[in-house]
């Protein structure tokens, strides 16, 4: 290159040099700026994918989003098949096994044919021989309870306070019934148990009294609930009764424990279990009223068992609404179902089932043996176990959830079947009408009394009414506590064949039978188990 154009080349260098150096920096900064929008863009572009296949996994959409978007090439991995038992399929089972449960008969019924008999010696009452005969000391005051809960819960706290009651030879004061949220019944004690019966049953042993006396009733302004309350825990110790509430007692004149529900330990002197079978089985007779007609509806439930000698079978039927409800099983599955469910819930027990932690699982409750049995499974299982249509069948129960589906297939399988609404007048029943407790004792009495009784859910109703049976009838619980593991998983099986079906049933019963009569272990209930503390032997006559 010449000089001259070298020289005039540098100079024009020399003279662009620094507006070339200012716009370089600003052209890369522009360029870091786009690739960053891409990338942002592309990253939000997969976000937004990922959200749209998610909320498709979620709520089941195949074909569009909630915006319209098309998602039909997102497809959910199949879920796992639930383990068997899990699911409600028990009306498919029925209607395959209905034409041969049909055509089944059992002769002789399995209630003409006894299998309840022992051999050897048997098992009586003799709680007299139990309990000291000496005369009472005096009193050290008054022991003021209130009972909770419905009927057998009741039964609890009242026979628990008897005991308590001597064990602080206190006297009694005839327990007050609180008002449940669930059962809301108003009945007094008088209204359901016969409160002269029962005073004067326990009075060689404990203390019992309607009222306090004006000087006691005084000394807290004529209002009981100005009595200290002593917060007692559940199942507290004999011991715990002498430490804590015996001072108390004597320093006042008069304690209050409330509420008292299993507030006394399973594990306690003999003497002290004596006293609770005897206001159980003996001090706690139901009122004139409830007796005389429960009295009734036995005598007419022999009169129309003619086909099987008079006698009779009883169910306790937990398929209530709320029984349904708190069990959080699911039936139908349908959205009925899920409404009525959970504003039954919320209604009886206001965000128990909502709190934090807490987790449902209606298939591993199914499979567990949780679920209360249907109408139509209590028709199949029975029907399964050699109760053929010549049975008379009494069923125990509340409103029956869903009554006209649930229902109509178990009087389908049980013709005879009988409950205190078609045993009685509207006339007779009138007067216990929206009182649950009362109408619970003339179940009661009427299942007492069965030649069999079935119990399908867990609860204090056949956890008495058992201890009750085996009292009556020489230790012999004589129930069908059939175990609902191996139930669900019959019930499971749309494609059983009724031989099969039948073999498992009468499986579950002999089982179940040979459970009916036991001995009350240490921390066991004597009021399912009265035997050794409340019966003794007797040689067979």
């Known amino acids: 290159m010449p000089p001259a154009l070298a020289m005039a080349s540098a100079s024009m260098r020399g003279a662009e040099g620094p507006k070339a150096t200012a716009r370089r920096p600003g052209r890369v900064l522009a360029g870091r700026r786009r690739r960053a929008a891409v990338l942002l863009l592309a990253l939000s572009y997969t976000a937004a994918m990922l959200m749209l296949f998610l909320c498709a996994g979620s709520s089941g959409l195949s074909s569009t989003g909630g915006s319209g978007v098309a998602v039909g090439s997102l497809r959910r991995r199949p879920a796992a098949p639930a383990p068997p038992g899990s699911v409600y399929r028990s009306h498919l089972v029925f209607e395959r096994l209905l034409p041969d449960m049909r055509a089944s008969a059992s002769r002789p019924n399995p209630l003409i044919a006894s299998h309840y008999k022992r051999s050897g010696k048997r098992w009586v009452p003799c709680i007299s021989r139990r309990l000291p005969r000496s005369a009472l000391p005096p009193s050290n005051g008054f022991l003021v309870v209130e009972a909770n809960g419905g009927l057998n819960q009741q039964r609890i706290s009242i026979c628990d306070a008897v005991a308590v009651a001597s064990i602080l030879n206190a006297t009694l004061l005839v327990p007050a019934f609180h008002l449940n949220s669930v059962w809301r019944d108003s009945s007094k004690f008088g209204d359901i148990f016969d409160e002269e019966h029962f005073i004067k049953t326990l009075r060689k042993h404990v203390r019992a009294a309607t009222e306090l006396p004006e000087d006691v009733s005084a000394q807290f302004d004529h209002n009981i609930s100005n009595i200290p309350n002593m917060r007692t825990k559940a199942f507290s110790s004999h011991s715990y009764y002498l430490e804590k509430a015996l001072p108390k007692l ?157 229902m109509n297939p178990l009087r389908q399988l049980f013709p005879l079947l009988q409950t205190k609404e078609t045993l009685t007048s509207p006339e007779e029943l009138a007067q216990f009408k929206g009182y649950s407790s009362r109408l619970a004792a003339l179940d009661y009495t009427v299942c007492l009394h069965s030649e069999a009784f079935v119990t399908t859910q867990g609860s204090n109703f056949p956890h008495f009414l058992m201890g009750h049976r085996r009292y009556l009838y020489g230790g012999h619980a004589k129930t069908i506590k059939p175990d609902k593991r191996k139930m669900v998983l019959l019930f499971d099986n749309p494609d059983i064949r009724w031989d099969r079906f039948k073999h498992l049933m009468q499986d579950i019963r002999r089982h179940s039978e040979s459970k009916g009569f036991g001995f009350r272990k240490q921390d066991g209930s004597i009021y399912n188990l009265p035997i050794p503390e409340c019966m003794c032997q007797q040689a067979e006559a």
Do not use: Q
């Open 250 to 406: 004597l320093e006042l004149g008069a304690v209050r424990i409330a509420p008292f529900s299993n507030r006394l330990a399973n594990s306690v002197p003999s003497n002290i279990h004596a006293l609770r079978c005897l206001a159980n089985y003996e001090a706690l007779r139901f009122s004139v009223p409830i007796r005389t007609l429960a009295d009734n509806m036995v005598d007419r439930m022999i009169k129309k068992s003619s086909l099987t000698g008079g006698k009779y079978m009883s169910v306790h039927l937990r398929f209530e609404k709320d029984m349904v409800a708190f069990s959080c099983c699911i039936y139908d599955g349908d959205s009925k179902e899920n409404i009525a469910m959970e504003n039954a819930r919320e209604k009886s027990w206001r965000g128990k089932f909502h709190r934090p932690g807490r987790v449902i699982n209606p298939e591993a409750n199914r499979r567990n043996g949780r679920c209360p049995l249907t109408p139509l499974e209590v028709g199949m299982m029975l029907r399964g176990m050699g109760f053929d249509n010549t049975t008379s069948l009494y069923v125990a129960s509340g409103k029956i959830y869903n009554a006209e589906n649930y």
